[in-house]
């Protein structure tokens, strides 16, 4: 009974990883640049088992770099980033990251940023706006302050694995890199988590009913290994 009970805990964490995956999922449904995971799952054959025993487990968890639906704002610096390329942040640790959540703002130095973190225009540096003039974003991607171009937006696209770095921040994983790009963006718009919260809702569902499924077979294995073990001592 031993391997049902190994077979059936490889299920439950399997599970639970995807569990947590989704929950993620459908909390950022509506975070502006939100990117889903999608976890894989893979079965195998432990060393010298029998072959009706394969394992489960949850072997990557993937981002989904689809993009999401779109919010009309009308806020002149809100912006979605065409073609599926990527904003170029920087981080308090001084690194570069990529984001799509468009909501930039001003911080009180006058720098364009995005969350906090300052955006960084295609030269790499950060961006920075006169006071007392209208800010905006053209559909070229380039910054405004009344009717001086300050700079253009530092756009990227993300090539091979990402890992995620924040909520709706991304950075090349492991053999990937981001290319700096040219493209246009779409000013006065938002893009929301590509995650749709009923689907989400719906895989939460499922994955929550074969957890339980696993943990009752786990409890059927331990009760029959406990009645074998009775039965043995009758004898």
């Given at each position: 009974m031993a391997d049902g009970i190994y077979v059936?805990?490889?299920?439950?964490?399997?599970?639970?990883e995807q569990l947590d995956a989704v929950a993620d999922n459908l909390a950022n449904a509506q975070t502006p640049g939100f990117k889903a995971a999608r976890p894989a799952f893979e079965?195998?054959?432990?060393?010298?088992a029998a072959q009706d025993k394969r394992y489960a487990a949850a072997v990557?968890?993937?981002?989904d770099l689809r993009p999401g639906p779109t919010q009309r704002t009308g806020n002149a610096l809100?912006?979605?980033?065409?073609?599926?390329?990527?904003?170029?942040?920087?981080?308090?640790?001084?690194?570069?990251?990529?984001?799509?959540d468009g909501r930039l703002t001003l911080d009180a130095g006058g720098r364009l940023v995005s969350d906090g973190r300052p955006v960084l225009s295609a030269r790499g540096e950060p961006i920075v706006l006169p006071p007392d003039l209208e800010a905006r974003v053209d559909a070229a991607g380039r910054v405004w302050a009344g009717d001086v171009e300050v700079a253009a937006l530092g756009l990227a696209r993300l090539d091979g694995p990402v890992d995620r770095v924040g909520p709706s921040l991304l950075a090349p994983g492991a053999g990937g890199r981001a290319l700096p790009a040219e493209g246009a963006v779409r000013s006065g718009e938002l893009e929301l988590g590509n995650a749709?919260?009923?689907?989400?809702?719906?895989q939460l569902v499922s994955a929550q009913r074969a957890y339980e499924a696993s943990l009752q077979a786990i409890q059927t294995y331990r009760q029959l290994d406990q009645r074998a073990v009775e039965v043995a001592r009758v004898k």
């Open positions: 059936s805990m490889c299920g439950a964490v399997a599970r639970a079965s195998f054959l432990a060393p010298g990557a968890t993937g981002i809100d912006v979605v980033p065409e073609a599926g390329l990527f904003l170029t942040v920087r981080t308090a640790g001084g690194a570069a990251a990529y984001t799509r749709g919260a009923l689907e989400a809702s719906i």
